[in-house]
């Protein structure tokens, strides 16, 4: 297979055109109104907001959809802590549901478990590239009249059934953060089919301007040049996408294909090699799903060996390292310091915590092939070290 370049000509293309206008207000969000165009087409939604970054998107999103203090969102403790601190930014309590112990996704039956009369949304994440099963989560959603959320920032073209993550709940956010599928170095986005929602999200992403609108995130020169005209409608928040970030962006989206393909193939190498042993096990995807493998992983049975002997020996043989899940959210230090209007709240999920001392999570984003399949021989060369 040929080398992927991660950043190309076509980006630096459009970082010059941006660069070429000079930041003249003049020229407004050209590039950021391009970026929510073709993600718009990509996915196939009516809406797109650009973001400065992947958490601000679920802060403005939870706002948008009116959760407050008191208010309750599920989420799963698996996962980086973001998706819980916009609940808390947003003045709400993160409930957490138990994960899947071969998906590793967060479980419908645990979200279920954790419905109150307080509970008004839920946060999915497409843990590495898989997306829950996002039907059942929104049958759920329906009968409990809750906002779903989907925390997409690790997952990119995936889909369940033909039909896109992202697509299935009431709003989604992507990151471009510098290791997700396509990055700015930084940036996010917000997509929906909500006129109300996307017009709410758009006013508190951009300090509550009067001129911006659900497809519209640049007040023009001819709205302020009125001594009577009212700017703000609402309070909000300055998290817009800078114009060099949206150009970069652009240039990765129109070549998303490819980048997110690489990362496919990369997993699946890795996976022809794991399959050989019985004491190390793939992410198990679900048939009709497809996974966009932000990272490839695999459980670990720790009574082989130990997280840390395999980590040591993979490394010692060349290998670029193993990366290991985030400590659960709730047992991070900050977690014990939380005042929240469910102080009583004690949150227990078993099966994330015996997972998070299990997965190996390895690098999916080889753009050169010949690195990875010198990482795949390495990882065989690990697996039949151990497996005696």
Avoid at 312 to 332: C, H, I, N, R
Wanted: glycine share 6%; net charge negative.
């Amino acid at each position: 297979m040929k080398k992927i370049e991660r950043i190309s000509d076509l980006e630096r293309k459009y970082v010059s055109e941006v660069l070429d206008q000079q930041f003249k207000t003049s020229s407004g969000s050209i590039m950021n109104t391009r970026l929510e165009n073709a993600i718009a087409e990509l996915y196939g939604v009516k809406y797109v907001i650009t973001f400065v970054n992947g958490t601000t998107t679920m802060h403005a999103a939870l706002l948008a959809a009116g959760i407050k203090e008191g208010d309750e969102v599920i989420v799963p403790p698996l996962t980086m802590a973001s998706t819980t601190f916009a609940v808390l930014q947003a003045g709400a309590t993160p409930i957490y549901a138990d994960v899947d112990p071969d998906t590793f996704q967060i479980d419908p039956v645990s979200i279920e478990k954790n419905i109150t009369n307080k509970t008004k949304a839920i946060i999915t994440v497409a843990l590495y590239g898989l997306s829950p099963d996002m039907v059942k989560i929104m049958e759920l959603a329906q009968k409990h009249n809750l906002f779903v959320l989907e925390d997409n920032a690790e997952t990119m073209l995936s889909k369940q059934n033909g039909k896109f993550a992202g697509t299935f709940g009431h709003a989604a956010s992507f990151s471009f953060q510098s290791s997700k599928h396509l990055t700015a170095g930084e940036g996010g986005v917000i997509i929906t089919d909500d006129e109300e929602l996307a017009l709410n999200i758009r006013r508190i992403s951009s300090l509550g301007y009067a001129g911006v609108s659900s497809n519209k995130g640049k007040i023009t020169k001819r709205d302020i040049q009125e001594p009577d005209y009212f700017r703000h409608v609402s309070d909000g928040y300055n998290y817009r996408m800078p114009e060099l970030c949206a150009a970069v962006a652009l240039g990765q989206v129109e070549r998303v294909d490819e980048l997110v393909q690489r990362r496919i193939d990369v997993a699946k190498l890795f996976e022809s090699i794991v399959e050989k042993a019985d004491w190390i096990n793939s992410q198990y995807v679900p048939e009709n799903y497809v996974n966009s493998y932000w990272t490839y992983v695999a459980k670990l049975d720790t009574s082989v060996v130990t997280w840390l002997d395999f980590r040591d020996k993979f490394m010692s043989l060349g290998g670029d390292g193993v990366y290991a899940p985030w400590k659960l959210t709730y047992q991070e230090p900050f977690y014990n310091n939380l005042k929240t209007s469910s102080s009583d709240y004690r949150p227990q999920c078993e099966v994330a915590e015996d997972l998070q001392q299990r997965l190996l999570q390895f690098k999916t984003n080889y753009w050169d092939w010949d690195q990875a399949t010198v990482q795949a021989e390495i990882l065989d060369k690990t697996i039949k070290y151990f497996d005696k």
